[in-house]
């Protein structure tokens, strides 16, 4: 099934634009207060690569870095964009890295490279928390002198939120090219297998594990690797609970991380451990792929995932899935079908040398990768755009979640709306110890408080 959607920018709620202006120091937006700015495409086309550029006579060459998910959509869309780029551009030579995607990989990387002094002229990165370190070190570009002298891209071709997350202290630093938004799966063949309902609440779902134990399957592919995929599945449950979503928006500026509703949700996690739902060691099947080829494979009943994983679903087992809303937690008074985490995901970033050394040529490589072509390739590969144009949805699954989740509201994450980045790397362990058993809720919400009493 092929559906052509008019991209409204899937963070043009205007909860979530707040969301995002409150947790990102973003510019003053009191000339465009919307999120999305219209309902405008750019004008590069979506079906055919641009004409060759002549360039100049000289080759400049620009160094870039990529998060690279091996044998995957999205691996082949990323090869895909620079491939075309470079076939359109012949005058500029790019010297690209792919860096592994498992562990935070290009984290770490990037870090590394850091203490070097080693930065490449671009690279795909986090906003957010990820780029206060090298904004305030005067290592990234002001993306503002791009958008002064690009012909090819409009500030009003992105809604602002997503110009908002990758700004700190009113100045934009980063470029956004995918968003993203959970969804739940169940394997209804299992279920039917053995008798069983699709889990309304958290309670049902604990009160059918020994059963799906019993059968050697997993109740909930749900593990904590780095902090993945958990830290977004403790969110999510978090927004059920009454003042969850506005403390998850406000932690930004609050560094208030132990809460009540934090703890609640932490002790749901620990009951839903001791009740074996999650594999038995959840760090080994944390992170995206391990976690994914449990459900991938008939091993797990559900799973909780991201638009990036899509692309690795078998035929067989989506036509044995459906999509749910996520059970409802013990004394939460939010209804989970009303609402969706939806966040700026990726991007990437140019540093200030790149742009001073090399202007030309890096316009041309910001405009392609804003161009309406790469954005349809990044779509195809498993992504979703912050950018206002319309797009082939031809990936079913994709569709299919997209129809599920019509008129929810958008909500952030505690990822999203941490801006220190040691908090949020204390946060990491401190989770994979929560979801392994080796904290109690009061122990968890205490330790990671104190990497944000840090940052304070």
């Known amino acids: 099934m092929k559906k052509v959607v008019k991209v409204l920018t899937l963070v043009v709620t205007l909860a979530f634009a707040l969301t995002l202006v409150a947790c990102s120091n973003g510019p003053d937006n009191s000339t465009d207060t919307n999120t999305n700015a219209g309902n405008k495409t750019s004008s590069d086309s979506t079906d055919k690569t641009p004409a060759k550029s002549e360039g100049s006579d000289e080759t400049a060459e620009i160094s870039f870095w990529f998060n690279y998910n091996a044998a995957t959509a999205e691996a082949e869309a990323f090869e895909q964009v620079l491939t075309e780029f470079q076939d359109a551009y012949p005058h500029i030579k790019l010297n690209i890295e792919p860096v592994p995607a498992a562990g935070d990989g290009l984290m770490t990387r990037v870090t590394t490279a850091l203490v070097a002094n080693d930065l490449p002229d671009a690279f795909q990165y986090w906003g957010g928390q990820a780029l206060v370190e090298m904004a305030e070190g005067g290592l990234l570009m002001d993306v503002q002198e791009y958008l002064d002298v690009t012909t090819k891209i409009k500030k009003e071709d992105f809604g602002q939120a997503a110009w908002d997350h990758y700004s700190h202290d009113g100045v934009i630093r980063g470029f956004a090219t995918h968003t993203a938004f959970p969804s739940w799966f169940a394997n209804k063949a299992i279920f039917d297998e053995y008798g069983l309902e699709i889990p309304k609440t958290m309670q049902d779902l604990i009160n059918i594990a020994p059963t799906l134990r019993e059968n050697g399957i997993i109740p909930l592919a749900m593990g904590s690797n780095g902090s993945n995929p958990a830290h977004f599945f403790l969110s999510e449950l978090m927004h059920q609970y009454d003042g969850g979503t506005e403390e998850i928006r406000t932690l930004g500026q609050t560094n208030q991380f132990d809460t009540e509703n ?24 944390g992170d995206w792929g391990p976690s994914w080829e449990l459900y991938n494979s008939g091993k797990a009943a559900i799973i909780f995932t991201y638009p990036w994983m899509y692309t690795n679903m078998s035929d067989e087992i989506y036509a044995n899935s459906v999509i749910i809303d996520a059970p409802v937690v013990d004394g939460g008074t939010v209804d989970p079908s009303s609402f969706v985490g939806s966040f700026i995901n990726f991007g990437f970033l140019v540093t200030q040398k790149a742009w001073e050394e090399k202007q030309d040529a890096m316009v041309e490589f910001i405009d392609w990768q804003l161009s309406d072509r790469a954005t349809q390739i990044y779509v195809d590969g498993g992504g979703m755009t912050p950018k206002n144009m319309s797009v ?30 040691d908090a949020w790397l204390g946060f990491q362990p401190a989770c994979d110890e929560l ?11 205490q330790k990671v408080q104190g990497f944000y009493d840090q940052a304070k």
């Open 262 to 285: 934090l703890r609640k949700t932490a002790q749901m996690i620990i009951d839903l451990k001791d009740a074996n739902v999650f594999p038995e060691d959840t760090i080994a099947s």
């Open 435 to 445: 979801f392994a058993g080796a904290l109690t809720a009061e122990q968890f919400a």
């Open 392 to 421: 082939d949805m031809s990936n079913k699954v994709y569709a299919d979640v997209l129809d599920h989740i019509q008129g929810r509201e958008y909500v952030g994450s505690h990822f999203t709306s941490t801006l220190d980045q």
